[in-house]
């Protein structure tokens, strides 16, 4: 054997068994802030777990986890990625000016014929105007953007088939003209998947004129702003050299509304939860996140009670239409499992709008609870 493979064996061995023994000696980690998620950690032995295999699935979930300088490598396989043309193996596409957006969603027909099925189900039994609205993704409203090797994005496609699903009772609202005029501003995050607050004040003016309510002017809104904001496109690309970016918060001056969590009992003067600004998904000071109800008072308004039935996207939403309904009822279908109309009934709910995302609506299979 030459001697330069006989270096090159013993060094793979050497990392291997360097490796090995980081991964037994040293403290586990709990949590990655880069990632957003909690890591595995070392597995508890029991006659049980051997048996069915699953310790030694733990263990090789451990070992990924808690693997020397595992962030520094995923970061490095990232750009080598990007590199060999790869843009979009980790599910997320780097674009021309630095921005990630999400590859595109998959499909899947039976899910959003069974979703809009249910909408249009509640639509017919709730007894109050419903109202619809998706909102586009990132990638799509970018095309121009994109790199040249991507595939091409179904948003339109899901939008027009899933209007065409809906029941008349439903009130579909379109956003897609409204958003691709305003384009060439900041509708959509850079490290993130969600809109960003003039993303949602551009859907806000859309529903007003849908509900026939009168759209606060931009220029009413104080804007507050919070430095590097790393968003969950930011984590999964695992592209950590990009800079982090700005996150902007609108507040109605003068606006009195009460924010209740009954899960957490948590209550709150106003809709931001700032502290959560000193976390690394700082996307949760909207509203503190998912939640199964959260609920918006504003005891000065003479409108009516409106329930939005909901993804991660209305958090930023629903704080546009807080100075013209005097409860706003947010439901998060993934956790809460009670029938709707039951609480329309209890709350006097006077309007309802089923807010998603696409890519959050073509795995809505939670709206199966929707009744």
């Known amino acids: 054997m030459k001697k330069s493979s006989v270096v090159l064996v013993a060094c793979f061995f050497l990392w291997t068994a360097f490796a090995a023994l980081w991964v037994i000696c040293a403290r586990d980690r709990v949590y990655s802030e880069n990632e957003k998620r909690y890591l595995s950690t070392a597995p508890q032995v029991s006659w049980d777990s051997v048996m069915s295999g699953k310790f030694s699935g733990d263990v090789e979930d451990w070992l990924n986890d808690q693997f020397p300088a595992r962030e520094t490598w995923a970061g490095i396989n990232a750009r080598f990625e990007q590199a060999t043309g790869l843009n979009g193996n980790s599910g997320v596409y780097l674009l021309r000016d630095g921005s990630l957006v999400r590859t595109p969603a998959r499909d899947d027909v039976r899910v959003t014929a069974m979703a809009a099925g249910k909408v249009s189900a509640f639509a017919e039994a709730a007894g109050v105007p419903v109202r619809f609205m998706l909102v586009p993704s990132a990638g799509y409203m970018r095309e121009d953007d994109l790199p040249a090797a991507h595939f091409g994005y179904p948003d339109g496609e899901i939008m027009d088939r899933v209007r065409g699903q809906l029941s008349e009772k439903v009130e579909w609202i379109d956003l897609r003209d409204a958003l691709a005029a305003r384009m060439n501003e900041k509708l959509y995050f850079s490290t993130d998947h969600h809109w960003t607050s003039l993303g949602a004040y551009v859907g806000y003016e859309a529903y007003c004129a849908a509900a026939g309510l009168t759209a606060r002017s931009q220029s009413v809104y104080a804007v507050e702003t919070a430095q590097d904001f790393k968003g969950t496109n930011w984590s999964t690309a695992c592209?950590?050299?990009?800079?982090?970016?700005?996150?902007?918060?609108?507040?109605?001056?003068?606006?009195?509304?009460?924010?209740?969590?009954?899960?957490?009992?948590?209550?709150?003067?106003?809709?931001?939860?700032?502290?959560?600004?000193?976390?690394?998904?700082?996307?949760?000071?909207?509203?503190?996140?998912?939640?199964?109800?959260?609920?918006?008072?504003?005891?000065?308004?003479?409108?009516?009670?409106?329930?939005?039935?909901?993804d991660s996207y209305a958090h930023v939403f629903a704080p546009f239409l807080a100075g013209h309904y005097k409860r706003i009822i947010l439901v998060d279908m993934r956790y809460y499992h009670a029938p709707l109309t039951d609480l329309c009934r209890e709350e006097g709910v006077t309007d309802a709008l089923v807010l998603y995302s696409v890519g959050t609506f073509v795995e809505a299979s939670d709206l199966a609870f929707l009744r």
């Open 239 to 310: 592209l950590w050299d990009l800079p982090g970016e700005e996150i902007e918060m609108w507040v109605e001056p003068g606006l009195t509304v009460t924010t209740r969590i009954p899960e957490t009992q948590a209550e709150r003067d106003g809709m931001l939860f700032r502290e959560r600004l000193d976390e690394m998904d700082k996307y949760t000071v909207f509203l503190d996140g998912n939640h199964a109800l959260t609920t918006i008072d504003n005891p000065d308004s003479e409108g009516g009670v409106l329930l939005i039935v909901k």
